[in-house]
């Protein structure tokens, strides 16, 4: 049975370039890459770990910005065709329900999913300590900040595309302040986008390689399929020169997403470029957005490069789909319902 992308996402401008000749890897990076360069603005040093997302037939995003102070905060970004980028002077500032500003401390690693008539953004926020926070936008110039989706520590907040069983879904990774003894994805669950509850177990660290042992983290939001919810991810590993950030792909059950189909045992992505391996954050690949193209089964993944680059891969839903059979593993309790 051939792979479908639901039709919903479909993007016909959506950025590409082919496949090399004689490359058969799962992934393969624009050769124009990066596209966002180190010192893109005045006062800015890495603009890294981004979202992108069609729109108006052409394309925007929120964008992780770090200032010559390194702190990092959100800014909108535009483009016409997905590559070249306007990104704009000034933070976002976020907005109460009774139209308080209510700016983070710091925010860093969005995700823009759209849902319904809102596009959600979900990012690392402060929180007395790294926590989910979550803001929704029509336009991208007004952004009503909501409730922050957990206590303290938690990252890597990523939101499903549709309600699932009348209900929102959200991805996270539980952690502590520093470098996570806590390496796995968890989903949780809410009628209102503001009180989330009956969290289950998703997917653990680990498994035959190493690539993943140290801690997983979702990238993008999941995109529908015939197949289930396909979900790029970042795995983490530790070694005596530092931390090395990969990027791997799975299957959750459409129905029931805390349940694991299919896992990739190797990555599909790991730094390997100069623009990968050297930055303010050496060897990282970081996943924050898919763009797709159910018509042609294209994928377009936006990842951050060493944390000071934004980047392209490109895949597509038949290869991916064939790399992850191909290459699977059962790693734990990942195929049983998280409880």
């Known amino acids: 049975m051939a792979t479908i992308i639901k039709a919903a996402n479909s993007c016909k401008n959506i950025p590409w370039q082919n496949q090399p000749e004689g490359n058969h890897d799962p992934m393969w990076r624009y050769s124009e890459n990066p596209i966002i360069n180190r010192n893109p603005l005045k006062g800015v040093a890495r603009i890294f770990n981004s979202a992108v997302v069609p729109y108006e037939g052409e394309f925007i995003g929120v964008f992780r910005v770090e200032s010559n102070s390194t702190i990092p905060h959100l ?13 704009e002077e000034k933070p976002i500032d976020f907005w109460s329900e009774d139209k308080v500003l209510w700016n ?29 926070g979550v803001a929704r936008t029509k336009d991208f110039k007004h952004f009503e900040r909501i409730e922050n989706a957990f206590l303290p520590f938690n990252r890597n907040g990523v939101l499903f595309p549709r309600r699932i069983d009348g209900k929102y879904k959200l991805l996270s990774r539980p952690s502590d302040s520093g470098h996570t003894p806590f390496g796995d994805i968890f989903i949780s669950e809410s009628m209102d986008m503001i009180y989330w509850g009956k969290h289950r177990h998703v997917m653990e660290k680990g498994g035959s ?34 931390f090395v950030y ?6 959750l059950d459409i129905d029931e997403p805390s349940i694991v189909k299919y896992r990739s045992k190797d990555f599909c992505l790991t730094p390997e470029r100069t623009y990968e391996e050297v930055g303010f954050v050496p060897n990282v690949v970081f996943p924050c957005a898919a763009i797709t193209d159910a018509d042609s089964g294209k994928i377009a993944i936006y990842y951050g490069a060493a944390d000071s680059y934004v980047a392209l891969a490109f895949t597509t839903i038949d290869i991916i789909i064939a790399y992850l059979k191909e290459n699977h593993e059962i790693v734990g309790k990942d195929q049983k319902i998280g409880k």
């Open 104 to 132: 983070p401390n710091y925010a860093y690693d969005p995700r823009v999913i759209p849902i319904e008539d809102f596009y959600y953004v979900v990012w690392c926020t402060d929180f007395y300590g790294p926590t989910v």
């Open 75 to 87: 800014r909108v970004g535009r483009s016409k065709n997905g590559i070249d980028w306007t990104i």
């Open 246 to 251: 990969s990027i791997g792909c799975a299957i």
């Open 209 to 242: 390689g190493w690539w993943q042992n140290l801690k997983i983290g979702s990238g993008p939001s999941p995109i529908e399929t015939n197949e289930g919810w396909l979900l790029f991810y970042h795995g983490v590993t530790n070694t005596c020169n530092g």
